[in-house]
């Protein structure tokens, strides 16, 4: 959520000034210290805010504090000058602004506290659910269990485990949301069938997919680990896989396949054994499933019946010897308006896990009722949308980043984890409270049936998730992209702040003809198969570009041709802490000027040292290379050559 970001953001900046070794004055840093508070008392505002009844404060919240970091770092760079004259009235200005700030803040706080006094007015009477904590325990080792479906379950294993000696194929088919995924997990992990084969495998194909990918998860499975195989070509990898499983019982689990071209492309790689393998399939395309099934096993997923619709909702809402008469009656209704579709049951009870009053249960039952006319895909939209809602600020901060991944893509909560650090989406305490945070809020999502846990680690410990296709949708809708195709022809200065971009986008920023400034703060980019960590300029990108700001916090890899960047002069690098490299082009580079580089690594900063030295190699003296605040030497700025910092701050560009 913006708002939530753009907060925190501010948190991280004033706190920043308050335990820095710059020469800031003292009666600044005190002030840091108070701003900082205060801002931090806004989050517990935003975190129990209702969305609709305050969306314009959260607005004014979200505006203001963009603009006053934006006020105080422009201070900061002046105070990093060397002479004295220039830094003396930089924080004579950043005194006066970090006590406007406060004023401003308090004013906003009073605003926040006199609509949060009305909201808690209009609730009192309100029946409760009582106690303090949520109305389920946690139960982060359910989101993959199967409720119902226990005639087909036998069904399907008997088809798994049953005589005929020939490659089977058994395709599990529906819509969206109705369980296939996990139908076939349950499946997986039968201890029956678990016994049954010497090899089990599981590959997810989704729309577009990756054969290599695929190719090596299935090895993985079927001999472990070895790095040799990452340097085989494709076809060497699927000749492995044949040899692997040729001889071997195995079950190959094939989920979310869309295409008939998809099966064709992999159905090569099992050998037929004569020996009781097993390729458990799911799709959506009743054509995909007819034409992989053999010798026509198809398990067509059906819709919960009520009593296994409730018996979901109460496992994951709240339990049923604990359920109060009216807010039994008020989830029944609920679960009858979801249809039997089990995500739209386990994501709404999800919600009302968090919900304390018989008003607010009301509130969820009466917008879900709402959906009812609709078509599946509409209502499952519909109710999916509901359930991001009623979610806290920080909660949908952090699960809108899960559109940064590929569809259907599993990732590393370590790698997650970083990131959302990275992007400053939590309060700013000691990295290892971060870190303590984070987790609880990954099983907060967790528990809301959001996310769905897909493998553990040896001490148990949650490893990869990774979220449904539907609900990825969702991120994308409610990350609003901007239209850069409306950007003017002869644009000259853009900024983007705080935004999620698509990839593809910013290809087409780079071909602007006229472009001349660019500064790209805090963006979330997504949409290529290399995920959002990775920057490819194309060829011929940014003809004109002179001066470039990058602020990409979880940004690993920059890469550019020899043709782009013609006229660039100035870069500046800001908290890039997972950057090791800049583009190689930037040698050869006859119009380049100045690198600075903020609050990176070692290893980036010795790389651009580097390019400069190359480029004094060729007779070339004009680059000049500046680091501040260094990793590993906070607060301290090394020059590694050129004179004194002019006051070129990055603020004349905004």
Known sequence: MAVYAAVTSLMGTVHLISQSSLDFQESNKECSKSLHEKVGSLLEFLDNSDNELMKDLQ???????????????????????????????ANERLRKILEQAIEDIDSVNEELRKQRNKNNNSLSGNCSLGGSTSPRSRVSTLENDMVGHSDEQARVRGELIGHSSLLEVISITGMGGIGKSTFAKTMFSDPSVMGFFDVRG?????????????????????????????????????????????????????????????????RQWFPENNNRSRILLTTRIMEVARDASYPKNL????????????????????????????????????????????????????????????????????????????????????????????????????????????????????????????????????????????????????????????????DGKIKTCRIHDLLHDLCLRESPVPCVGSFPPNLKKLTLQG????????????????????????????????????????????????????????????????DSFPCLERVIIKNCRFLQEIPKEFADSMTLKRIELWGCTPSLVNFAKEIQEEQESLGNNILQVYAYDTIREHGAALAYRGDDLKSEGVEVMD
């Not at 919240?61 to 060397?82: F, G, H, P, R």
């Open 59 to 89: 607005k004014k919240v979200k505006d203001l504090a963009n603009e006053i970091e934006d006020e105080v770092e422009s201070q900061v760079l002046q105070i990093m000058e060397k002479d004295e004259h220039i830094q003396t009235e």
């Open 202 to 266: 599981w590959i997810t194909v989704s729309k577009d997919y990756s054969l290599r990918k695929m190719l090596l998860s299935l090895l993985q499975d079927a001999i472990g680990v070895n790095e040799v195989l990452d340097k085989k070509p494709d076809d060497e990898l699927a000749d492995c896989l044949q040899k692997c499983l040729k001889g071997r019982r195995y079950l190959i689990v094939v989920d979310d396949i869309w295409s008939t071209k998809a099966w064709e492309d992999i």
């Open 299 to 458: 398990f067509p997923m059906r819709f919960l019946d009520p009593e296994e619709s409730w018996n979901l909702f109460c496992q994951k809402a709240i339990s049923k010897n604990d359920c109060p008469t009216e807010f039994e009656s008020v989830g029944k209704v609920v679960v009858e308006n979801c249809k039997g579709l089990p995500l739209m049951i386990s994501v709404v009870a999800g919600s009302l896990s968090s919900k304390r009053t018989l008003d607010e249960w009301n509130e969820v039952a009466q917008s879900v009722s709402s959906l009812v006319n609709l078509d599946d895909y509409q209502r499952c939209s519909g109710v999916l949308a509901l359930s991001y809602n009623h979610l806290p600020s920080h909660l949908k901060a952090c699960f809108l980043y899960f559109g940064v991944f590929k569809k259907a893509s599993e990732f590393s909560i370590e790698n997650l984890i970083r990131l959302w650090i990275a992007e400053g989406l939590f309060k700013l305490w000691g990295i290892g409270d971060l870190e303590k945070e984070a987790c609880s809020l990954l099983h907060d999502l967790i528990d809301r049936s959001l996310i769905v846990v897909c493998k553990h680690s040896l």
């Open 499 to 562: 935004t999620h971009l698509l990839w593809s986008k910013l290809t087409i920023i780079s071909k602007l003809p006229k472009l001349e400034v660019l500064q790209l703060k805090a963006l979330k980019l997504f949409g290529d198969e290399l995920g959002e960590t990775v920057w490819k300029v194309s060829e011929m990108g940014f003809p004109k570009l002179k001066f470039l700001l990058l602020e990409k916090k979880g940004l690993k890899n920059w890469k550019a041709t020899d």
